[in-house]
């Protein structure tokens, strides 16, 4: 036994070290991903899916872009509170429900018809709500997946890095965009699952990811609408690794 | 760098306020869904709070040191929400209610029309056309992070990328004169797109073709011979609205002064002048002064018999003297090749962080930057494929200057490549 207990001890010694440098690893933010026996990624887009008690919340933190012009206000020290929980499913494909709080639901519907537009009205749809923005939420992952030895660049990525934009937007939906850098957004012209929920006080947003490989980057960004978040006025976070 | 540069003068002692302008604008331009509230070319009484409401005090433009200077976004409101009226039940289903606005109008685009100000015991109004300025340095220009709007190469005409814009409206909150609008339905940003598909064909823009008072001359800025160039260059009787925002607009006004007061036909307009003059310095500047003593001098020798050439310029009687087109010049300057669009096109100066312009620099020519970089910015003028002309041939500028001379390898159409007139098809921008 003495010899199974000396091993013991230094074996978990060295896992101790080895936990220990990983966290001290400059830059690395982890991404906890739990693994779940579920085929079906749409079972997991409500909060009282079984599995989500599985995922450990990862607080996220986030960051407020800088202004864009001399006249604007400096943006405040308030961040949204937000955490991220990520299932693996069976076949590898992730779902994230990401969450975060937001006092005003902006959402940007579609335009209004008029009740009695006919077919002599010249406008049949209208615009209404032409200085409103809305709230909208967004994964960023780079197309090359895996570890990469210097983060891309998080203003939507480089031409040497293209990102994968798995966007949301209230009274949208979701959409996936290319970018390649800044300016570069394009629609990829594709549709994705998921699914949005309004709580008291914030968002809970359901995004079906694609299999990431382990250390695959990954950042996020919020819009609030009520603050004419878009582009790039927003809240941003720094790359986080998937696990 | 635009080689020329498309103007228009307005003289605002013959505008009568009767918005035919507006009219032709409306139908040709902005009859389609979400664009009921937007008035590319708008008349307004000024004083007055004008379309937007109050729109020359919420900001925009440059300051002193060029910084842009971004004003709050105007709401649907403040332009006026359009209302519709339900003549239906009155005359064909027998409801005989009142036919009243479907909702209460709290502003409209031209709410005060006739109220005007008062000087001392007198009242006083004039009517103020306006329209996108196309400015030389437009502030929508540098706002646009993505690069959406630029100043076409030929002409100066600046022009707003449907396919590149996202509806951030950073350009809305730059402009002065308030002239951008973002359509909700297509969630993307338009403007006065000063004519240029009729320009391009020999034709004026819709509101001068339109203006029963025969108040706008078109033309090149640059060509002496135009009818622009001499009354603003070489005559320097037209002038430019709020000179301050410093985007340089390319709209141009010659100011009001006519008619004098009644009793006051034998004194100097500017010893009683019925519009008061720190009003007019107010929109002009302050070279308004000497602008209107000129213009005053030139009546008086009229009346005594003398010939005034700019008199008989600013008449007007016909389209030979207010147009001066000049779609070949314009041609021989487009753009001839993806390369040279590229080259040429303005860029937006990348913002630093504080809004202060770094320096510029090129950008690719992706596919998407070509078709704007020819003119088919506009999603009702995507002249190539209404047309049936090959996307390749209307890249080499033949179709777009109307002087196709036929047998184009590309898609062999007929002479003069622009069609019979009718209006394209319109494709939704999505």
Redesign the interface.
């Known amino acids: 036994m003495k010899p199974f207990r000396i091993l013991l001890t230094v074996g978990l010694a060295l896992g101790s070290v080895g936990v220990a440098l990983a966290a001290s690893e400059p830059g690395v933010l982890p991404l906890p991903v739990a693994s779940v026996a579920v085929s079906e990624a749409t079972d997991c887009l409500t909060s009282s899916h079984p599995a989500w008690a599985n995922a450990r919340p990862q607080a996220l933190h986030f960051q407020a872009a800088?202004?864009?012009?001399?006249?604007?206000a400096h943006n405040s020290a308030e961040v949204p509170d937000a955490t991220v929980q990520v299932l693996q499913l069976v076949d590898g494909v992730r779902v994230m429900r990401l969450c975060w709080g937001d006092a005003t639901e902006d959402r940007?519907d579609p335009?209004s018809r008029?009740a009695?537009a006919?077919e002599s009205?010249?406008?049949?749809?209208?615009?209404?709500?032409?200085?409103a923005f809305a709230d909208a939420a967004c994964v960023m992952v780079p197309v090359k997946r895996g570890s990469h030895a210097r983060y891309p660049s998080l203003m939507m990525g480089e031409k040497t890095a293209p990102m994968e934009l798995y966007y949301w937007r209230a009274g949208e939906g979701f959409r996936l965009l290319q970018s390649e850098g800044?300016?570069t957004?394009r629609d990829a012209e594709a549709t994705l699952a998921g699914r949005a929920v309004r709580e008291p006080g914030g968002w809970c947003v359901f995004f079906v990811l694609p299999p990431l490989p382990e250390q695959t980057p990954v950042a996020l960004a919020l819009w609030d609408g009520a603050k004419?978040h878009?582009?790039?006025r927003k809240y941003f976070s720094l790359w986080y690794e998937v696990e | 760098m635009s080689k020329h540069q498309y103007a228009m003068v307005m003289d605002l002692n013959k505008c009568i306020g009767c918005h035919t302008c507006t009219m032709a604008c409306k139908k040709q331009w902005t009859d389609r869904d979400g664009t009921g509230y937007m008035y590319w070319n708008n008349v307004e009484t000024q004083p007055g709070e004008g379309y937007p409401r109050r729109w020359h005090e919420l900001g925009g433009g440059f300051d002193t040191q060029r910084h842009l200077r971004p004003s709050p976004l105007p709401a649907l409101e403040d332009y006026g929400a359009p209302f519709e009226y339900d003549y239906a039940q009155r005359l064909f289903e027998g409801r005989n209610k009142p036919v009243m606005p479907h909702r209460p109008p709290e502003y409209a685009p031209n709410w005060d029309e006739d109220v005007g100000g008062w000087d001392t015991k007198n009242p006083y109004y004039f009517y103020l056309p306006r329209i996108c300025n196309h400015c030389t340095h437009p502030a929508c220009l540098e706002a646009c992070p993505r690069k959406a709007i630029y100043k076409r190469t030929e002409d100066g005409i600046v022009v707003l990328d449907q396919d590149r814009c996202r509806g951030y409206r950073y350009c809305i909150k730059a402009c002065p004169y308030k002239k951008i609008y973002y359509n909700e339905v297509t969630r993307k940003s338009e403007k006065c797109i000063f004519c240029y598909p009729r320009l391009e064909r020999g034709r004026v823009n819709a509101c001068a073709a339109q203006c029963p008072g025969r108040i706008r001359f078109v033309g090149l800025l640059d060509d002496p011979a135009s009818p622009v160039h001499q009354i603003v260059v070489k005559h320097r009787v037209a002038l430019g609205l709020f000179p301050e925002k410093g985007t340089h607009p390319n709209v141009y006004y010659v100011p009001p002064f006519n008619p004098p007061k009644e009793g006051n036909a034998s004194r100097s307009i500017l010893e009683d002048p019925r519009l008061p003059m720190k009003y007019l310095e107010f929109l002009f500047g302050p070279r308004v002064v000497p602008v209107i003593r000129f213009l005053e001098g030139e009546l008086w020798r009229a009346q005594s018999g003398e010939r005034s050439e700019v008199l008989q310029l600013l008449i007007g009687r016909d389209e030979r003297v207010r147009y001066g087109l000049a779609p070949a010049v314009v041609a021989t300057a487009a753009p001839g090749s993806v390369q040279e669009a590229a080259r040429d096109r303005k860029q937006s100066p990348d913002l630093t962080l504080m809004g202060t312009p770094a320096k510029t620099g090129a950008g690719s020519a992706s596919d998407q930057q070509h078709k704007a970089a020819v003119g088919m910015a506009y999603p009702s003028v995507r002249m190539a494929s209404a047309f049936g002309v090959s996307e390749e041939c209307a890249t080499l500028g033949q179709h777009r200057a109307g002087a196709c001379l036929g047998g184009c390898s590309s898609c062999g159409s007929a002479p003069g490549g622009l069609g019979t007139g009718e209006s394209p098809e319109e494709e939704r921008t999505t």
């Open positions: 800088p202004p864009i012009y001399s006249t604007d940007a335009p008029y009695d006919g009205h010249v406008y049949q749809e209208h615009s209404e709500r032409i200085q800044r300016g957004v004419e878009r582009d790039g």
